[in-house]
């Protein structure tokens, strides 16, 4: 079989003619130099190719026309990106021995790299013309006229194979995409459409022939491509996801979201595709409200169909965690947690699920686990010594904080969380050396943390130590969250320690008002100050209201209403 393109082709013609040293030599005048090659080749495999390129050099000097010599010189200089002389090398071999394809396929692919693409393609015919029943050596041919830009001629390739071999794959594809690039969307319809007559049963041709349909605005074609495919194979993993787009770019939003329903009971359809659709749910704020109860509903299909994984799971429990049904998001990451519990984020999704349950008990029991799971990991200490710290075990708040701060590795925003924890516990047992220090170095990395700004003011008012730096703390709290109660009483009390009397009395009563209910230490604070500003009687009847008030008040208080008199 011979193709049209190639009578009477002769390689000379993709060779120069300047190179006349190097021609066949006359039978019989041919120099022996096999061991010199030998050892050349030897140190090519060594990997010495500038030893190797000597040793080749020379094998030229003992016979000129040693082909397999200037082959191997070739393909040295394409290694070392010398393409020039790779490429004579390559044609002088070609030109000595004829005959061997190899030769030939290394000088076409060294044109073709130095984007010569006519000289490839004249080789290439060549090739073609003493093997043409290899057809491998079209398709070449083919690619290469595509890099030359010469479509039409690539065309020409792929049709004279479909005339020798039938449709395939391979060829109509290929045509389709170069229709595609000659802006000829009916013909690349065409050639998808051929492919698909040719194999009637295979719904991947009817799924590609439902996109270029799409995209050129014939949707009723489009819609009975997918039609097809559910009759060829009612349980393609893909083709409901494929009408749902279909119907949701329509404006038919019902339809749509059925044919997603039934593509997440399909157990065809991974995992991982479904969360992927189902992110698109929950990750975009501005959809989210109005999507959230279709986003529920695939969910639950998604744990119905996979029960088994624990993905499913996790991904519902996200939903609810979003939508504050902790209860429920709890019970969700608990279950991930008992089919893999080697999942570390979702333990850190379960624990911060206990901490807006305020389950500090549970949080405890499961922070401890996490804990022995992964004792590198710093924030379940972080999470057991809160839980700790609201059961009243500072010493154990303690122990977790000291060890979780050491994995801690950077992340300045965690750290200071540890060393704010710290800070209270230290100060909670009485430590406040170590709970000043602390704070200190909190404050360091986060100087803008209001309730470290606080809580280090508050507690050297009560020592009586460092008040202006206690009252610019405060007022800095202050500043940054001007409506937090805990804060104005700070503030106020500082400058009442500074004998501030006028000034204290406006910022407690600031945070009286402030308080939601009756806070005993706060009304304390404001009958302390109505006493130095000599108002007795109201100074009394505040203590009075403190008496009642929830939280601690002074040891002193009940001396203090009995006595009406001011104890400090």
Known sequence: MTLFFVTGYNISTAVSQDTTDTRKRPPGDKADNTSVFIDANKQRMLGNLT??????????????????????????????????????????????????????????????????????????????????????????????????????????????????????EETSIQKQKIYLLQNEPGKAIKE????????????????????????????KQALNAYQKILEIDPDNPFIHISLADYFRKRGDKEKSFEQLKLGFANPSLDVDTKINILLAYYTVSEF??????????????????????????????DLLFRDKRFEE???EFRMVLSIDSSRYVVWEQLLFTEAELEDYDAMYNESKRAIELFPNQPVPYLFSAVASFQKEDY????????????????????????????GDAYHQTDQDEKAFDTYDKTLRIDPEN????NNYAYYLSLENRDLDKALEMAGKAVELDPENSSNQDT????????????????????????????????????????????????????????AKGKGEASEDLDKKIKDQKLYE
């Open 329 to 331: 998001a709890r019970s």
């Open 288 to 317: 989210y409200e109005e999507l959230k109860d279709e986003g529920f509903e695939l969910s639950e299909i998604l744990v119905e169909t996979h029960p088994d994984d624990p993905k499913t799971y996790s991904i519902h429990a």
């Open 51 to 168: 030893k190797a390129e000597e040793l080749y050099i020379k094998c030229l000097d003992i016979d000129p026309g040693d082909a397999a010599s200037m082959y191997e010189l070739a393909r040295i200089y394409r290694a070392q990106r010398k393409i020039e002389p790779s490429i004579e090398y390559a044609k002088n071999a070609t030109l000595n021995d004829p005959e061997n394809i190899y030769y030939q396929k290394l000088l076409s692919n060294l044109y073709k790299q130095n984007h010569q693409f006519e000289e490839s393609i004249a080789v290439q015919k060549s090739i073609i013309e003493k093997y043409p029943d290899n057809y491998k050596y079209y398709y070449d041919l083919a690619i290469t006229y595509l890099f030359a830009g010469k479509y039409d001629e690539a065309i020409a390739i792929y049709n004279e194979l479909e005339v020798q071999i039938g449709i395939s």
């Open 192 to 219: 998808l459409e051929k492919l698909r007559d040719a194999f009637p049963a295979n719904d991947k041709y009817y799924a590609m022939l439902a996109e270029l349909y799409l995209a050129n605005g014939k949707d």
């Open 450 to 453: 209001s309730i470290v700004l």
């Open 491 to 546: 503030y106020g009390w500082v400058l009442y320690k500074l004998e501030r009397y006028e000034e204290a009395e406006e910022w407690i009563y600031k945070s009286i008002l402030n308080h939601q209910e009756e806070n005993a230490e706060v009304l304390e604070h404001y009958g302390d100050v109505l006493f130095r500003l000599d108002r007795i009687n109201e100074a009394v009847k505040y203590w009075k209201r403190a």
């Open 395 to 422: 010493t154990g708040a303690i122990d977790d904080l000291e060890r979780g701060v050491k994995f801690v590795v950077g992340n300045d925003a965690l750290l200071a969380q540890f060393y704010a924890y710290l």
